[in-house]
């Protein structure tokens, strides 16, 4: 393909699905250094991708604004801005139908897709990237080199902001971090276990991050910092930590990303070979296993449950022996 002089990535969330696109911007910018590329995005997220070298600005996409009796009104306007730019090359990895609009109004020449898109948005494609079933999502992503003849990397870079440490947050004494929201259904830890985990971490400082519900009768090493932080500052405490646990869920990837080694993700339900941690020395644990990455295989795709307190105790205690080792 001929080198694009301009092209816009619509892919506005969510903050997993950001994460794993990077390795995808990385492998562009590094073939087409000169490449001016515009990240179409949430505000909420744009910090993850603003600082990225292959990012040239962003795109905003003001969701919230376009709510209401006059946002339709409001959307005509948004969608006639997308114009003004006129990128050469679109690349809707989002694969909606509302996505796939945004690459058509941005009036680019070219607009490569999924070939699992939804909501017709095939339609709207001149080329479909063939995506492999079953595989990461960070892969999915990759595939789209095929299309545009670019070199498939070696190695996946996740390069994200350092962040910011909230005010009065110690980041020098270590500490383990536990992340137990998550916005997908059935995802969370109920509160039992998460006061589990902190038994079982025992007398080791843990921070308690995300947003969530407030979590009651909490032992003496914990510090609560849940729907206390941005994304700026969350990012900080998760990238200082000796060793990190979550829920599956956008602050997972984070942790994956900038610590793979340091993170593990808890599975209820969800396939860890598709939406788990990308990294092969990350960790997993599902229906009472834990397994690093690399070791996973398709009997980790069948259906999970939620821990026991009695696991979640022992996890704790497994966790804080690694914290040890990172220290």
């Not at 339609?123 to 990461?136: D, E, I, K, M, P």
């Not at 690399?294 to 939620?306: E, Q, T, Y």
Request: with cysteine; proline share 7%.
């Amino acid at each position: 393909m001929k080198p694009p002089s301009r092209i816009l990535l619509v892919k506005a969330s969510s903050m997993g699905d950001i994460i794993h696109s990077l390795p995808l911007v990385s492998a562009i910018h590094n073939y087409w250094p000169e490449a001016e590329l515009r990240w179409l995005i949430l505000p909420v997220l744009r910090f993850l991708v603003e600082e990225h070298p292959g990012v040239s600005g962003t795109v905003l996409f003001p969701r919230e604004s376009f709510r209401g009796p006059a946002g339709w009104l409001r959307s005509i306007v948004w969608l006639r801005t997308l114009s003004d730019w006129k990128p050469h090359l679109a690349i809707d990895l989002q694969g909606l139908m509302r996505s796939a609009l945004f690459a058509r109004f941005s009036g680019a020449a070219t607009i490569i897709g999924l070939g699992d898109a939804r909501e017709g948005a095939r339609l709207f494609y001149q080329q479909n990237a063939s995506v492999r079933s079953g595989v990461h999502a960070v892969n999915r992503y990759l595939d789209v080199l095929n299309i545009l003849e670019i070199p498939r990397p070696q190695e996946t870079e996740f390069l994200l902001p350092k962040g910011r440490f909230p005010i009065g947050f110690d980041a020098t004494t270590p500490y383990l971090v536990l992340h137990p929201f998550s916005r997908g259904a059935g995802k969370s830890l109920h509160h039992d276990l998460i006061r589990a985990f902190a038994r079982g971490v025992g007398s080791r400082r843990l921070i308690l991050v995300g947003r969530g519900s407030c979590v009651g009768g909490l032992p003496s090493n914990v510090e609560d910092w849940t729907n206390a932080t941005d994304l700026a500052e969350l990012l900080a405490i998760i990238r200082g930590a000796r060793f990190s646990v979550s829920s599956d869920s956008g602050p997972m990837h984070l942790s994956a990303a900038v610590n793979p080694s340091g993170t593990l993700s808890i599975h209820l339900w969800s396939d860890p070979l598709k939406v788990g941690p990308h990294g092969g020395v990350s960790w997993v644990w599902k229906n009472g296993r834990i397994s690093t990455v690399s070791a996973l295989d398709d009997s980790w795709r069948a259906p999970g449950r939620p821990p026991s307190e009695n696991e979640m105790e022992e996890l704790g205690l497994w966790v804080a022996l690694q914290g040890n080792k990172a220290g």
